[in-house]
Each structure stands twice: as C-alpha cells, then as structure tokens.
C-alpha cells in the first residue's frame, strides 16, 4: 500500500516561497513508470494541476505555474518537494501529492482520473 504524507509551513507570507515536501512510504519514487505530481485546491475552485516528477526524473509543469514552480526530489529519502515563488493570497489552497502512470502527452497530467494515490492534503494560507 502506498502512502503519500505533505509535509511544510501552514503560513507563507506573500512574495516569499512556498516549500512543501511529500514523503512516499510502500513504494520507491524510481519505480517503473510512475509520475508524483503536485495538485491544489483553492477555497471554493475545483484541483489544479501544477507539475510532476516522473520516475526517472523528468519534470513536467503546468503552464499556469511554470514560471514560479520547481520540483525536485530525494531519492535517498524517497520524498519529491514543491517550491512555488512569489506567492500571493490567491496561492492560499490545500496542496496536495499524488501517483498516476507516467504520462505520454504533458496535458494528460490534468486528467485527475489517473491518479491512484493521493496524500491527505496540508492546507497553506498565504498571508499580506
């Protein structure tokens, strides 16, 4: 069984940058051929896809975010993390991470569908 768990600050101050980090347990990030993605929910909107980082380490991101997005991960801890720069009120949303298949078109990583397993979701609020 995998398990996906978010992890960071809860309060960001606007134009600072948002770091979270999700730890993987029940399965390897470099295991053939899966994709760990980075989703949120603003208050009151439907999930966004921001970007994801695939087993081999390739990353793809969303073009709503790709200016202010970086993935990275940590093979050694098995976790993957999100920096999200120059935030405003508007980035205040519950985040979360997520495993799907590995994806042939970078526009099918919108499609919620495929994702098998998600975190909990950590809420961050991003303050004036």
């Known amino acids: 069984q995998v398990q996906l768990q978010e992890s960071g600050p809860g309060l960001v101050k606007s134009s600072q940058t948002l770091s979270l980090t999700c730890t993987v347990s029940?399965?390897?990030?470099?295991?053939?051929?899966?994709?760990w993605s980075w989703i949120r929910q603003p208050p009151g909107k439907g999930l966004e896809w921001m970007g994801v980082i695939a087993y081999d380490g390739d990353t793809y991101y969303s073009p709503l975010f790709k200016s202010r997005t970086s993935i990275s991960r940590d093979t050694s801890k098995n976790q993957f993390s999100l920096q999200l720069s120059s935030v405003t009120p508007e980035d205040t949303a519950v985040y979360y991470c997520?495993?799907?298949?590995?994806?042939?078109?970078?526009?099918?990583?919108?499609?919620?569908?495929?994702?098998?397993?998600w975190g909990q979701g950590t809420q961050v609020t991003v303050s004036l």
């Open positions: 029940g399965g390897s990030i470099t295991t053939s051929y899966y994709a």
């Open positions: 997520a495993r799907r298949p590995k994806a042939n078109n970078v526009s099918d990583y919108a499609n919620f569908q495929a994702l098998d397993y």
